[in-house]
C-alpha cells in the first residue's frame, strides 16, 4: 500500500496483531511483577493469572466486562510507575519488534500530509512511549486510559474502552492499517 | 496610576498583587550590587542569571574570603572553573564572558569580622556605591560545632547589617531558610515569629548571650590544666603509648579539641530540639533573622528557600553542587535498603536552584523598587506539592531506569534495579538498628566461641568477622542519615506559604516564580537525580546521562 493509493485524509494504525489478548496478558503480568512491594507482584501476578483463565472459560475475551476485569488489578499501583513501567515494556519488548519499514511508511504518510490515528488496546502509557521510542508522530491515539486520583490509579478504565478494531476505527473513518506485529510490511 | 508598594488584597480580580508589574530588568539598572556567600550553590546560579540575563546592571561586586589564593584568584576560578559559567560560555561566547567579566569586581573580605574585613579604602567608595547587598552566606551543615554556625549564621549578617546601615542607600536581601519555623506543623506564614517554635517566648538577643556564654563556659572547662591532666592519666590508663609526657600532653591536648567540638555540636544540636527546631542550622538562622529585624533604619527582605535542589533548565537540567540536601538519602535510596519509614501524608518541599534564582531576582528587584515584603518563602508545597510516599517512588524509579541501563553487573542490572525502595508509614517489625544488632551479634559470635574452635580457619573466619563488622558500621551510618532526615520526612506535614512572591507580576516570563509548573515525575527522573549522580556522586556510569554541562 502506498500513500497515493488512499483516498481520504485519515489513516488508522493498529499495532496489535490479534488485537490484545495474548499481548495484553503479557503487557499487565509485566506490570504486575514490577510492583514495588514483593508480595505484592506475586499475589497481583497470580491474581491476573486467574482473571485472564477466568476470562476465557466464560468467553470475556474481547468484552468492555473482560477488560475492566483485567485492568481492576491495576489499582493502587502509582501513576509514576506505571508511566515508567510503560516505557520499560516498550522499549525493550514493542520497540524491536515493530517492523522498520512498517516505521517508513508511517513516517512517509505523515510526511505526505495523512492525519495518523493510532488505534491499541494497549493502555495510553505504553503506547505513546512506544511512538516516542520509535520516533512516529502520532495525531489521535485511541487506546485504553487508566483513571488517575492523586497520582494513584483507581483500577477503572475510562471510556471509551478499546476491545475490538473494527468498532473502534470504522466510526472514526479514514483508512485502516494494521502494523502486522511485527514481521512482514504492510 | 500606579502607585508604588499598594496592596490591593481588597480587590478579588486582582488576587491580592501589585497594582504595577515589576520589571527585574528596569529594577537592576545601573545598580550596584555587593553579594557575599556567591560562591555557593544557590549563589552562583543568581549570579549567573543576573550577570547573563541582566546585562544593564552596574558593577556587581563579590565579597570573597582571601588565603592561600587572593579574592581576584578566588573569582577567576569561579569564572573559568565552575560549570555554571561554562555553560554561559557556551551559549554566549568570549564576547559574553568578557561583559560579566567587566562587571564583577572581587573584593578581600570576611563575612564574619567587622566592616566585612574589607579595608578601609575600599569600604569608603562601597558605603557611596552600593544599592544593594545579597548575604548569601552561611554554613549550610545540619549541626556543626555551635560556634562556627553563630560566627556564619548568627554574627555574619548583623556585621552585613551594619555595613548596610553605613552606606549611603544601600538595602539587605538576606537569604535565610523556610526551616526557621521548626517542627511547627501546618501553613507557615511569612512572618518572623516572636516565639520558638515550641511556642516559648524567645528573645533572641538573650539567647545569643546565652549561646556565648554556654560557649565559653565549655571553652574554659576544655582548657583546664585539671582537664588535661585527666586526660593524660586517662591515655596513660588506656595504654596509649605517646613517648614521653610532653608528646603525651601533646596527644591530651589534640583529643580535648576533638572532645570540645563534639560537645559544641552537642551543645548547638540539644539547645535548637528544646526550642523546637530540628538542628542548629535552623536554630542559628532563625536568631539571625530576629536580630536582623530588630535593627534599626534597615531596608530589609528576609528570603526563605525550601530544599533546593538541581536546576530544571539554568544553567542547565541537572546542575547541583555539594551533596547535604536531599542527596544522601536519594542516594540510599538507590541501594539494597528496601524500606524508608516516613509520615503519612508528610509533604517535602524541594525547589530547584533555577526557581530558587528566579525569587532572588523577584525580591531583589521589589527591594530596589521599594515594593518589597519583608518575608519572601520559596517552596514549592504551596503551589505544587510532592508527598514524600511519592518522592521515595520517583527515586526508587530513577534509581531502577539507572541500574537497567548502565548497571555494571548482572546483579545490578538484572535485582538491584527491581529492589525498589519503597515508603512504609508503619514501623517495620524487623528494623535497622535489628539488622545492625543481628550482623554485629554475628561478628562477635564468629571472634570468641568459633574463632578458637577452629583455629585453621582462622584467616577465613576472621576475615568473616570483619565483614559483618563492615556491615553492621554501614547500618549505623545508615541509620544516623535516616535521623538526621527524620524531620523532612516524618512528622505532620507542613506547607510554606509563598504568597509575597506570588502578589508580584514580573514582566520579564524568564524570571517569573511559577513552581506550579514543575512536572515531578519528569524532574526527578530525568534531572534530578540524574544530576545527582553526575555532579554529586561523581558516577562515572553516568557519563552519558541525559544532564548536560
Known sequence: MTASSLRTRDVSFQIDRKFLRGQQFATLLFFHLHRPG????????????AITVARSIKGLDGSMFGERLSHGLLGGMSQDRIRVLGEEYARRILAPALCDG???????????GWRIRLVSGYLEEVVSALCATRGLQVDELVCNRLEYREHVATGRLLAPLVTTPSETWQSKGGHWIGIRNLEGDI | MAIQGWTLDWYPQLGGRYLN????????????????????FVGKVWLAMLLESVPDTGHVYLVLRSGKRSAQQRLDALLDDSPVFRAVLARGG??????????????????????????????????KQIDLVVNLAGLVDFDPDVREAAAAN??????????????????????????????????IREAVETLSPGDHPLDAKAECNWLYDSIER???????PNTLDELCQELQRRGHDCGNCQRRRCVATTLAASRLRASMSRLGHDRAQSLGWANTYTYSKSLAERLLVAQPDLQLVIFRPTIVESAVSYPFAGWNEGFNTSGPIIQLLGTWIRRVPVGTNKIIDLIPVDYVARGLMTAAAALLCGQHE????????????????????LSALAHRKHWQLRGRSWLERQVLSRWDARAVTDKPRFGLSHWRRLTNGIGEVIRNPVLPLFPARWPSLEKVGRRFDVMARKIARIEAILQIYEPFLMGASTVYECKSLARHSVLESEFRFEPQQIDWHGYMLDCHIPGLRKWCIHDSTDAASSVTG
Open chain 1, 38 to 49: 514483593f508480595r505484592e507482584r506475586i499475589s497481583h501476578a497470580l491474581g491476573h493469572a
Open chain 1, 102 to 112: 512498517d516505521c517508513e511508511a508511517w513516517r512517509a504518510l505523515r510526511a505526505a
Open chain 2, 21 to 40: 508589574p515589576l520589571s527585574i530588568r528596569e529594577s537592576f539598572r545601573q545598580r550596584n550590587i555587593l553579594v557575599t556567600g556567591a560562591s555557593g
Open chain 2, 94 to 127: 568570549q564576547s559574553a564572558m568578557q561583559r560579566i567579566r567587566n562587571r564583577l569586581r572581587a573584593i578581600n573580605g570576611d563575612v564574619s569580622k567587622p566592616n566585612l574585613g574589607i579595608a578601609d579604602d575600599q569600604l569608603e567608595l562601597l558605603r
Open chain 2, 154 to 187: 548568627v554574627v555574619g549578617p548583623l556585621f552585613v547589617a551594619d555595613f548596610v546601615r553605613s552606606c549611603r542607600q544601600a538595602r539587605l536581601l538576606h537569604v535565610s531558610t523556610a526551616f526557621v519555623s521548626g517542627k511547627r506543623p501546618g501553613r
Open chain 2, 218 to 224: 565549655e571553652e574554659k572547662r576544655s582548657s583546664d
Open chain 2, 374 to 393: 519583608l518575608v519572601y518563602q520559596c517552596g514549592s508545597s504551596d503551589a505544587n506539592p510532592i508527598p514524600v510516599t511519592r518522592c521515595v517512588e
